[in-house]
């Protein structure tokens, strides 16, 4: 059973910047997609950013150029660089990876962008 486990997520005033971390337990980590979503009460969740092992990255609109997707082939790990956060960014962010049409879900921390 593949696991994800997430952490960096908290309070951050406008215009911060937090960095989230995702393990994932697996020995074919180069295998997967990986991305992080985010959902707020009453909506749909979203595709905030993905990046395939090759490093090939794909991002919402609303937040290119303020968002970086990483991951550490590695560490088995991917990460989520926020700057210039905005209060419009506060939701629980979720790690995902993908394999094939397999989806996995981290438990999600939450981010809040407030003064």
């Known amino acids: 059973q593949v696991q994800l486990v997430e952490s960096g997520g908290g309070l951050v005033q406008p215009g911060g910047s937090l960095r989230l971390s995702c393990a994932v337990s697996?020995?074919?980590?180069?295998?997967?997609?990986t991305g992080w979503y985010r959902q707020v009460p009453g909506k749909q969740r979203e595709l905030v950013a993905s990046?395939?092992?090759?490093?090939?990255?794909n991002y919402a609109d609303s937040v290119k150029g303020r968002f970086t997707i990483s991951r550490d082939n590695a560490k088995n790990t991917v990460y989520l660089q926020m700057n210039n956060l905005k209060p419009e960014d506060t939701a629980v962010y979720y790690c995902?990876?993908?394999?094939?049409?397999?989806?996995?879900w981290g438990q999600g921390t939450q981010v809040t962008v407030s003064s």
């Open positions: 995902n990876a993908r394999i094939g049409t397999t989806h996995y």
């Open positions: 990046i395939t092992s090759g490093g090939t990255t």
């Open positions: 697996t020995r074919i980590f180069s295998m997967y997609v």
